[in-house]
């Protein structure tokens, strides 16, 4: 499955409607679970010094949470352009603006520079092309590819998948073209390992699947 123009704008409009009020929550509540349990991982698996990509970054809070764990400087990508300001606008609040810098940007189909660490918190499920995601993500990552994804297995996966396809009705019904996807596991993993990543951590929060890969060896890379 591979994205086009239309539907790519249609996730912008749709996070372009979210972004003030995403910044707002994160403002007041600060990090989801499943986002701390992100964040723990890379902290846990060395992240000062590191340089940081956040792929689909929304209104930038994650990115420069590392910033504030001891991450060098990020770099923030996404579909939304009211969301990059949001994060732009964040990061001077923060005194951050020059470790910072967030862009409009189709991260499936834009070449980056290399990064230690790349992200993707909740993005792989509102993109029809998870392989073009993920590719970018391999390639832009020197050492740590961390993402989190919808808790789509064991005694979860019936309701996940009932909550997703109510979702999508009512995006359908409303008449947008934006969706929730469910990529297979097993793919993601696929990709991952055959583009030198091995899995280093799994861990699970309410309704959400917490990843953590390591860019394998020379050695490894060349046998995977």
């Not at 994160?26 to 340089?51: I, P, W």
């Not at 590392?66 to 060098?72: C, I, N, W, Y």
């Not at 020379?218 to 995977?224: D, E, F, I």
Request: a neutral charge.
């Amino acid at each position: 499955m591979t994205s086009d123009p239309v539907q790519t704008n249609e996730i912008a409009e749709t996070f372009n409607e979210l972004a003030h009020d995403r910044c707002c929550k994160y403002k007041s509540k600060g990090l989801t679970a499943s986002t701390e349990v992100l964040l723990g991982l890379l902290t846990e698996s060395g992240l000062v010094g590191k340089t940081v990509l956040d792929i689909g970054c929304g209104t930038g809070f994650f990115a420069l949470e590392t910033l504030r764990q001891g991450a060098s400087s990020c770099t923030g990508v996404d579909l939304s352009p009211h969301a990059s300001h949001e994060a732009n606008e964040f990061a001077k609040e923060s005194g951050l603006q020059d470790r910072a810098r967030f862009e409009v940007a189709n991260a499936a189909s834009t070449r980056h520079l290399p990064s230690d660490i790349v992200v993707m918190d909740k993005v792989l499920c509102c993109y029809p092309d998870a392989d073009a995601l993920l590719k970018t993500a391999s390639a832009s990552s020197t050492g740590l590819l961390g993402f989190v994804i919808p808790r789509d297995e064991g005694l979860m996966k019936p309701a996940m998948r009932i909550g997703i396809g109510l979702i999508n009705l009512v995006e359908r019904v409303r008449k947008t073209g934006f969706r929730l996807y469910l990529h297979p596991l097993s793919s993601l993993d696929r990709l991952l390992v055959d583009n030198g990543f091995q899995r280093s951590s799994k861990a699970k929060s309410r309704f959400w699947l917490v990843f953590l890969y390591t860019r394998a060896g020379p050695s490894a890379a060349a046998g995977g």
